[in-house]
């Protein structure tokens, strides 16, 4: 079994790059709300692009760079300035 962000080896030996995830728990801490709702409810309303898994949402890389980018913030961004981009940009919308 393999986690979703590690690299696979397929058959013909090539290496094949799992692309990054995040669930829902973690995408609250990066975002710094105090409920996954605020995260649940940005995918309900089709803002952030998920897959539903079990109980959970998880959301590819590109999804959170295409949400992001909608509100003119890089990943990148985000991660190294959380407190002041969330303060300033009003991503709870």
Known sequence: ??????????????????PRVYKTEELRRI????TKQT?????????LKASKIGRDYIVLEK???????????TLKELTENQLSLWGDRGLDD
């Not at 975002?31 to 105090?34: G, I, L, M």
């Not at 995260?39 to 803002?47: A, E, F, Q, Y």
């Open 39 to 47: 995260v649940l409810r940005w995918i309900k309303s089709g803002n």
């Open 63 to 73: 999804d959170l760079e295409d949400f992001l980018e909608k509100k003119g913030i």
């Open 31 to 34: 975002f710094q709300v105090k």
């Open 1 to 18: 079994m393999y986690s979703v962000n590690e690299t696979l080896q397929t058959e013909s030996m090539e290496c094949v790059a799992m």
